[in-house]
């Protein structure tokens, strides 16, 4: 701006008196490398405050620390599926309690929907049958259609004992439960209507899981 | 939100919920209001997990919800709440001095799980009590039960707000989400419930395998049975924790600068102000000297004079914690909380300063606060300190931003030989500037 714009002559813009410097001193030395990362303090920070009401703060928090792990809401990441299922897992298994929601309190859109998924398989079915029999391969379909209904029946049932296992689980009372009974029916009658088999063809019952790996029964003899 | 503040919401979600909600809520933090959708497909969570997420968010108060046009649901996450989670420890130790144990493990019970029916909460605490119990004894759910009307009415614990009872109309779908209103004198109504019953202990080990199954049955059958206060749920009242953490602030402050007495008088004004003030009230309600006569605690043997001496005294005070509000009922007094407040804040950032920077940096920081704006020659005259130290102490507190520059030019064109520059200490922001790094500190 105006006054001294010498090139190259070495004027201070600003008054240099006031920056602390007086003519003619030499400035400080150039620093070429950063600041030390953890530089020594000439004072020291003050000691933490101790006392009985801080200890007991102290613990307060650890154990909440702990506490929190096992509460219902903590959400665990799903772990990835390890090649050999390892036979301590099963039993090493934390037992976590349930928790549902009021639903009554939360937008609508947060309820997980069985309904629609269960909903779709039968009908899924239905257009593989109307599709296939297009095709006019009868006894390949045939038995396509069977192996679809076994594997339909066997999730199925699957799914029907673990919403039982975890309504029993369930401790604090909700209105879920209706619907988990709702669906449940719901699923039973679709059964009913789709199956041709018996439904106690496989009798599942509790040694369901349980049985999971060995080798699939082709029937029980 | 500062980057600071974030990094510590996201360190504390992942401690208490795991890394999926870690994500969504720091998601919500950084982008604000969002859509189901939107959030899940930002974040690459399943819809599923994210729904879960949400749930357990929004029970713990840390996320609310919103219904905008078209029908869309917003999501936002609340992070001056996500901070609080810092201070449950404190919470919970407050509890336990002011109600015993019984107050201790309520709060920690509403803490932990958001919201909860009071019903559910008696019932756990006293099985949690009846355990550390000796053998044969279980403690009474009357004696919870009291303990929690009490809490609610000093506020400590409040009602959450209900779904409003909208009429189903049938022709019209029902909203997407639920409206949640409160009506202020509900707030603190404790729902009138029987509770009969004694805390349960849990079965002895060896028996477990045998019980469990029974057990999850009994409690199967048990849960069958309609709730009484269904619907109705408490939290705990986080901001009377904080007037409670400020009134004994203030006290000890004053106990500090005067005497035990001049405190106790003090505390008493301030108990006697709890429910009536709002919490960011600049002052308490005006209270007559006869007034606080009659509410000192028993034990003090304080004449009528001696009380109007100290009260005088007290408003008399340069730091103007009590002011003298009018000459009714013997005097009427009122407690200054924002004045208070500021001075403690003053007084934080002083010792901050000497800690730092040693002693003679905090005469000069208290002498650039007392005159408001200094320059340097100024600073040297007054503090009396060497030029080249004064100079030395004061940019060394510039860079570190507990004071600042005012520049007024003289002349239009601002060049820097003809201004003057004048050093400020700006309260407000020292005081962010100092919660800031102090958020820092925690998150390492």
């Keep these: 701006m105006a006054g001294n714009r010498g090139r190259g002559r070495a004027a201070y813009t600003f008054n240099i008196e006031a920056v602390g410097f007086s003519r003619g001193d030499k400035l400080p030395d150039v620093v070429l490398k950063p600041p030390p990362l953890f530089p020594d303090t000439d004072y020291k920070p003050v000691p933490l405050k101790t006392g009985e009401s801080e200890e007991y703060i102290l613990a307060l928090k650890q154990e909440l620390r702990e506490t929190v792990k096992r509460m219902p809401y903590f959400m665990e990441t799903p772990e990835e599926k390890q090649d050999i299922e390892r036979y301590s897992k099963r039993y090493m298994k934390v037992y976590k309690e349930e928790w549902i929601p009021d639903w009554r309190r939360l937008p609508r859109e947060m309820m997980p929907r069985k309904k629609c998924k269960k909903g779709s398989k039968p009908t899924k079915m239905k257009d593989t049958d109307k599709g296939t029999s297009l095709t006019n391969t009868a006894d390949v379909l045939k038995k396509i259609e069977e192996l679809e209904k076994k594997g339909d029946g066997e999730k199925s049932d699957e799914e029907n004992e673990e919403t039982e296992g975890s309504k029993e689980k369930n401790k604090e009372d909700e209105d879920d439960e209706d619907d988990a009974a709702e669906q449940e029916e719901y699923d039973e009658e679709e059964q009913e209507e789709e199956n041709d088999y018996i439904n106690s063809y496989f009798d599942n019952g509790d040694d369901f899981g349980v049985d999971s790996d060995d080798n699939m029964d082709e029937a029980t003899y | ?444």
């Design chain 2, 1 to 444: 939100m500062t980057q600071a503040e974030i990094k510590l919401c996201s360190l504390l979600l992942q401690e208490h919920f795991g890394e999926i909600v870690e994500k969504i809520g720091v998601h919500l933090i950084r982008t604000g209001c969002q859509p189901l959708r939107v959030i899940a497909h930002d974040t690459e969570t399943s819809l599923d997990q994210v729904k879960k997420a949400l749930c357990v968010l929004i029970q713990h108060n840390l996320v609310i919800y919103q219904v905008h046009k078209r029908g869309v649901v917003e999501y936002e996450a609340q992070c001056s709440r996500m901070l609080r989670m810092l201070r449950y420890p404190r919470y919970i130790y407050t509890a336990k001095t002011l109600y015993n144990d019984t107050g201790e493990l309520i709060v920690e019970e509403l803490l932990l799980n958001g919201k909860m029916t009071m019903s559910a909460v008696v019932k756990k605490v006293a099985d949690r009590l009846t355990e550390t119990m000796e053998d044969g004894k279980t403690m009474d759910y009357t004696e919870v039960s009291n303990t929690f009307v009490r809490l609610a009415d000093t506020h400590f614990v409040q009602r959450c707000p209900i779904v409003s009872a909208t009429e189903t109309a049938e022709p019209t779908p029902p909203p997407p989400a639920p409206t949640l209103v409160i009506n202020e004198k509900d707030m603190y109504l404790v729902p009138k419930l029987s509770l009969i019953g004694k805390g349960k202990r849990r079965r002895s080990s060896d028996e477990d395998a045998a019980g469990e199954p029974k057990a999850k049955r009994a409690k199967h059958i048990e849960s069958k049975e309609p709730i009484p206060d269904d619907g109705i749920y408490w939290q705990a009242n986080l901001d009377r924790f904080h007037q409670h953490f400020r009134d004994q602030a203030i006290v000890s402050a004053v106990a500090n600068r005067m005497d035990q007495t001049s405190s106790e008088i003090v505390r008493t004004m301030l108990r006697m102000s709890e429910i009536t003030t709002p919490s960011c009230a600049p002052f308490t309600h005006p209270l007559s000297s006869n007034e606080i006569f009659r509410s000192l605690p028993v034990g003090y043997n304080v004449s009528k004079q001696v009380l109007d001496q100290y009260l005088t005294l007290l408003a008399d005070d340069p730091l103007e914690f009590v002011g003298k509000s009018g000459d009714s009922g013997g005097g009427m007094y009122v407690i200054n909380l924002h004045k208070a407040l500021a001075s403690l804040a003053t007084a934080t950032l002083e010792s901050v300063v000497q800690e730092r920077f040693g002693s003679r940096c905090a005469r000069i920081f208290r002498l650039v606060l007392q005159k408001k704006h200094l320059e340097q020659k100024q600073v040297e005259d007054f503090a009396m300190i060497p030029a080249k130290e004064a100079k030395d102490m004061l940019y060394k507190m510039l860079s570190e931003n507990f004071i600042s520059l005012q520049e007024i030019p003289k002349t239009p064109d601002h060049a820097p030989s003809r201004t003057f520059y004048l050093y400020t200490v700006t309260v407000l922001s020292a005081a962010r500037m100092l919660l800031h790094r102090c958020y820092k500190a925690s998150s390492r």
